[in-house]
């Protein structure tokens, strides 16, 4: 438990304790940047190679989240679901996705104003995805912007995907932030339960890939409707 001295706050609705926020740290896909549709798209392109049946667009929301490995792993038909017929799926999705992964994906709107509005303010950003960290490096450097964030970091081999709350840990190690100055912004169950094997708050993003219901369920401390409302709801954390 973190000590409590004169400059902390016991925040009455999350239970943690906080002081000024320092650093945000934000999910990927479905939070910052929408890549349903190219993710869904490699992954149906490489099914239909391999003769198996696709899936429609909106069914991929569910199977995303947790990595590439187990997006693929999802996808098969239940009596292919083998080690070594997910890996060489996620083989050829990998090929896919490395040339089609900005066809149609793209910031959400006022991402970029909110990453502004968070750098004045003092608030340093930082992500953390299971996508695979060389395709996060690309998707933020391009459509982003590297210069937003002190830290990104995707799924790298030997540190376990969220919800485990390693990278979570690793971010916090490498920046000297304390815990309670961090937040964690995402669009999924797995962002809350990773926040909370943290020992963080999480802000949920109703835009993104699972909607408000699964956020609230998950026993998300506060909602976001929009990148403003994260904003508002950051600033309002402060001492």
């Excluded at 973190?2 to 925040?11: D, K, Y």
């Excluded at 609705?13 to 890549?35: C, H, P, Q, R």
């Amino acid at each position: 438990m973190i000590p409590i001295n004169s400059v902390i706050e016991i925040n009455r609705k999350t239970g943690y304790y906080m002081d000024k926020i320092k650093l945000a740290v934000f999910d990927l896909d479905g939070t910052l940047v929408n890549s349903l549709y190219d993710l869904g798209n490699a992954v149906n392109t490489a099914l239909t190679e391999f003769g198996y049946p696709t899936h429609e667009m909106d069914e991929y929301r569910y199977f995303v989240g947790d990595g590439t490995a187990k997006l693929c792993e999802r996808a098969l038909p239940e009596d292919k679901k083998t080690p070594a017929e997910a890996g060489r799926l996620l083989a050829r999705f990998s090929e896919i996705y490395a040339e089609n992964c900005f066809v149609r994906t793209a910031a959400y709107d006022g991402i970029p104003e909110l990453l502004k509005k968070l750098g004045d303010a003092g608030v340093v950003c930082a992500v953390a995805s299971n996508k695979p960290d060389e395709f996060s490096q690309v998707v933020v450097e391009k459509l982003i912007g590297r210069e937003h964030f002190a830290l990104v970091m995707g799924k790298r081999d030997g540190v376990p995907t969220k919800p485990q709350p390693d990278i979570i840990n690793n971010i916090l190690s490498e920046l000297g932030i304390d815990r309670k100055n961090t937040v964690i912004i995402g669009d999924s169950c797995v962002d809350v339960q990773t926040a909370h094997n943290a020992g963080l708050p999480c802000i949920g993003c109703t835009w993104g890939f699972r909607g408000e219901k699964e956020l609230a369920d998950n026993g998300c401390e506060y909602i976001a409707h929009s990148p403003q409302e994260v904003f508002d709801i950051i600033t309002s954390l402060q001492v």
